[in-house]
Each structure stands twice: as structure tokens, then as C-alpha cells.
């Protein structure tokens, strides 16, 4: 929860800006990194890195202080860099295709990818998701 | 163009998700949850419409995408250890792929 000092307008508009950039940088990485062999590559990876990012962010000093960098930042751009919409609209396709086995394996990795990604930086940070959670680097 | 739009939708989505989770997320993560099958499930509704490459950015790429997470999501499964995790993760994406599906459906036979 970010402080009750802090405003709630900076706040929303820092991660309205944030989430902007974000999404455009998940938009760009999909017309960069096409589809290939079935599995969406740009999602996937767009959803990886943005997991260990978020488990990393804390660790930042310049973030733990300022909460509206910490919104920018966390729900703001990771939020709006990763996706869940654009993950399960894929994997329904591929079930809809009949290529079952892609599906579950997309569906799997990413989920899987994503909780070890978070845990990998929460180890390389030495910070927890409570951390994460008072720094408001995540919701709530 | 389509890179505006991207953002422009993106501008709302997150925000929205962001108050939200204000207001919903407890000891369960309520309000990323309900964001996530929400948004997945307006997602596969537009699909199903076909609604061509501008819309698609605005209201798909832009809002549903950045109102929908996966970061907050990993780091919240991850917070909530082993059991109640996995609990979150399967209500999660299990809940959220029906809604896509029952979107497109819904979607393809309107459109």
C-alpha cells in the first residue's frame, strides 16, 4: 500500500504514463520477435523479463523512497509491459487449432517461468514480496 | 498510429487495474484477479469480433494488455507461499482462459 501521505492523483497519472511506455514496449517486441514455431515468443518473453524486473525493483533505493516512481515503475510499467489478456487469448487459440500439446506447454512455461523469474530475483535482491509490496512496486 | 493507440488504451488499463487492487485486493489478490479475467475476457470478446487493426491496439493491445499483469500476478502467487499460490495461479489462469473462450465465442457470433 503506498503511503497515505501520497496523493492518489500523481500516483494514477505516473502509472498511466508508465503503463503507456510499457504496453508500447510489449507492442514493439511483438513487431520485432514474430510468432515463430507457434509459441508467442514476445509475449512470453516480454512476460519473463518483466517478472524478474518487478522482483528486482525494490532493491532500488531511489524506489523505496519515492512512491510514485515506485507506482511509475512497478504497477505502471512492468504492469503494462506484461500482459495476462494476451497469454490466455494465445493459448486459446492454439487449443482452438487443435495443437494441444503447444498450448500446455505455452500455458506452463510461462507460468512457471514467471514464479521462478520473480523468485530468482527476489534471491539476487535479497528482497521479499512484502518488500515489494511496501515499496508499492506491487499492487496492492 | 497504431503505437498511439497502443498507448492511449495502456494509459487507461493501468490505472484501472491499479485502483483495483486498491480496493479489492486482501489477504486474497481480489482485484488483480478480477483485472486479469476481466480483462482476458474482453480480450477474446473483441477477437471474436474481429474488429480489424485499430481497435484492436486501442481497446486489446493498449487497455486489455496493460489492464491485465503478469508481474503483479508472479510476484503475488510467490507472496502467498505454496498452497495458497498455486490455489491463486490455477483461479487465475484456469477462470481467465474460459472467460477468453466464452468471450470469442460470444464474439464470433455477434460479429
Known amino acids: 500500500m503506498a503511503s497515505p501521505s501520497t496523493h492518489t492523483a500523481p500516483l494514477l497519472l505516473g502509472i498511466a504514463l508508465g503503463g503507456a511506455i510499457g504496453a508500447l514496449g510489449r507492442w514493439g517486441l511483438t513487431q520485432w520477435l514474430p510468432e515463430a514455431s507457434g509459441i508467442p515468443w514476445a509475449t512470453l518473453l516480454a512476460n519473463l523479463s518483466g517478472c524478474l524486473a518487478i522482483a528486482c525493483l525494490p532493491a532500488l533505493a531511489l524506489v523505496r523512497r519515492r512512491p510514485v516512481l515506485a507506482a511509475a515503475l512497478g504497477p505502471g510499467l512492468l504492469g503494462g509491459f506484461t500482459t495476462l489478456s494476451a497469454y490466455t487469448a494465445e493459448s486459446r487459440a492454439l487449443i482452438a487449432d487443435g495443437r494441444i500439446a503447444l498450448a500446455a506447454t505455452y500455458v506452463a512455461l510461462t507460468v512457471l517461468g514467471c514464479v521462478v523469474a520473480v523468485l530468482l530475483g527476489e534471491r539476487l535482491t535479497g528482497r521479499s514480496e512484502d518488500e515489494a509490496v511496501a515499496a508499492g512496486v506491487v499492487e496492492p | ?111
Open chain 2, 1 to 111: 498510429m497504431t503505437a498511439a493507440l497502443v498507448a492511449l488504451g495502456a494509459a487507461f488499463g493501468a490505472p484501472l487495474r491499479y485502483w483495483l487492487a486498491q480496493r479489492l485486493d486482501d489477504r486474497f489478490p481480489l482485484g488483480i484477479w478480477l483485472a486479469n479475467v476481466v480483462g482476458s475476457t474482453i480480450l477474446g470478446l473483441l477477437l471474436g469480433l474481429d474488429l480489424g487493426e485499430r481497435p484492436l491496439a486501442l481497446l486489446g493491445v493498449g487497455f486489455c494488455g496493460a489492464f491485465t499483469t503478469f508481474s503483479t500476478f508472479a510476484a503475488q502467487s510467490v507472496g502467498l507461499g505454496r498452497s495458497r499460490g498455486t490455489t491463486y495461479v490455477l483461479a487465475t489462469v484456469v477462470v481467465a482462459l474460459c472467460g477468453c473462450a466464452a468471450g470469442y465465442g460470444i464474439g464470433a457470433l455477434l460479429a
